[in-house]
């Protein structure tokens, strides 16, 4: 049998991965921008410790995502979502990210599962906009997708949550 190696990966002290394995591999998705010391222990099944220190500097734009509807609608009436991306940090901040995707998603009151309605796109100055009939009251919100923009990657974002009450017509 081959020899087995554990490990364990730490970004800010928190870790991001472990394992056996008899070749360390770990793939690592960072939700910030900026530098990241990542520390690697290995730990050989003779004992023997290697630790290993790097920072690596995440060249990316966080967003902020911002969404805006009424806060009741009757039953069978189409309503307007709209909302707004913007660069919160990096070398771009205060810009809009053109054809960013952007995914307006449901949780019908009293569960626990959001459940995905529709998909659009930023457009100028980051807006974005969607017609839809809700067919039950719940929360809403828009998640920005991460997307690679002119050598910058742009991070996740997630809005805050929107409550709407759909009343009987």
Do not use: C
């Amino acid at each position: 049998t081959e020899a087995m190696t554990t490990y364990s990966l730490n970004d800010h002290m928190t870790v991001i991965g472990t394992g056996t394995a008899p070749h360390v591999t770990h793939t690592w998705i960072p939700t910030t921008s900026g530098p990241h010391p990542l520390h690697l222990r290995v730990i050989q099944t003779d004992g023997d410790i290697i630790d290993l220190t790097r920072t690596v500097t995440v060249r990316a734009d966080a967003t902020a995502t911002t969404l805006t509807m009424p806060p009741t609608a009757p039953y069978g009436t189409a309503i307007l979502l709209r909302g707004n991306v913007i660069r919160a940090d990096g070398p771009r901040r205060g810009q809009h990210p053109l054809s960013l995707p952007v995914t307006i998603q449901f949780r019908p009151a009293g569960t626990a599962a959001w459940q995905t309605v529709t998909n659009t796109t930023t457009v100028d100055k980051g807006y974005f906009g969607v017609s839809l009939t809700p067919r039950g009251s719940g929360q809403w919100r828009a998640t920005a997708t991460a997307r690679r923009l002119n050598d910058i990657e742009s991070l996740p974002s997630v809005s805050p949550t929107r409550s709407m009450s759909v009343t009987a017509t």
